[in-house]
């Protein structure tokens, strides 16, 4: 064997042998892939929405705050929120099949734990895409917003970043933006 076959083998060898340890730390040592979801984006808006419930996904795991119940502060805003997919696992351990919503009115309860005593799920059952319109805010109230991957298996990733959320009082006029977009998150009716 040749000098130049023996060096042309031993790189090849090498990157194999690199490919093959990237494989093992993409699939054992990272952690799962929607672990690092950004920060959702939010827009306070008023309008029409429609409910779109996804089939067949399992229920997201509640928080310690029972759900807001509609009342003479609530329905005057929406908040828009959108977040970015999980990256796609071929693993059922690993992939999402939906998305699970929570919001806090303590900065980082939601972020360090999303069902914490402190926190509210927005949405039982999990969103199938990457954005829906919380239509059940109180007025005068800030939230603080989370998203979480879920799987078939019912377990949740890390939470995303947080997302700070004004709501403004009463029926204080915000800029306006189109929610027809997005379905509810809570997949039902409206609050009004």
Same mark, same amino acid.
Request: with cysteine; hydrophobic share 35%.
């Given at each position: 064997?040749?000098?130049?076959?023996?060096?042309?083998?031993?790189?090849?060898?090498? *990157?194999?042998?690199?490919?093959?340890?990237?494989?093992?730390?993409?699939?054992?040592?990272?952690?799962?892939?929607?672990?690092?979801?950004?920060?959702?984006?939010?827009?306070?808006?008023?309008?029409?929405?429609?409910?779109?419930? /996804?089939?067949?996904?399992?229920?997201? $795991? $509640?928080?310690?705050?029972?759900?807001?119940?509609?009342?003479?502060? /609530?329905?005057?805003? #929406?908040?828009? &929120?959108?977040?970015?997919?999980?990256? $796609?696992?071929?693993?059922? @351990?690993?992939?999402?099949?939906?998305?699970?919503?929570?919001?806090? #009115? #303590?900065?980082?309860?939601?972020?360090? +734990?999303?069902?914490?005593?402190?926190?509210?799920?927005? +949405?039982? /059952? $999990?969103?199938?895409?990457?954005?829906?319109?919380?239509?059940?805010?109180?007025?005068? !109230? !800030?939230?603080?917003?989370?998203? !979480?991957? *879920?799987?078939?298996?019912?377990? *949740?990733?890390?939470?995303? +970043? @947080? /997302?700070?959320?004004?709501?403004?009082?009463? #029926?204080?006029?915000?800029?306006?933006?189109?929610?027809?977009?997005?379905? &509810?998150?809570?997949?039902?009716?409206?609050?009004?």
């Amino acid at each position: 064997m040749s000098l130049v076959s023996r060096i042309v083998f031993g790189v090849l060898l090498m *990157i194999v042998g690199t490919l093959f340890v990237a494989f093992l730390a993409s699939r054992f040592l990272l952690p799962p892939s929607s672990a690092a979801l950004p920060a959702a984006r939010i827009v306070i808006s008023d309008g029409p929405s429609q409910a779109v419930a /996804t089939p067949g996904l399992p229920q997201c $795991p $509640p928080a310690g705050l029972q759900p807001l119940q509609p009342s003479s502060h /609530t329905g005057h805003h #929406k908040a828009i &929120l959108s977040w970015n997919a999980s990256a $796609p696992s071929p693993d059922p @351990e690993r992939k999402a099949v939906g998305y699970c919503l929570y919001r806090s #009115k #303590k900065q980082h309860a939601a972020r360090q +734990n999303p069902t914490c005593g402190d926190c509210e799920l927005i +949405n039982p /059952t $999990p969103v199938g895409g990457t954005g829906c319109v919380d239509d059940l805010v109180s007025d005068s !109230t !800030t939230y603080y917003y989370v998203v !979480t991957a *879920i799987n078939a298996s019912r377990k *949740i990733s890390s939470a995303s +970043n @947080e /997302t700070l959320v004004p709501i403004p009082s009463g #029926k204080q006029s915000v800029r306006t933006v189109s929610a027809n977009s997005y379905p &509810l998150c809570r997949g039902g009716g409206s609050s009004k």
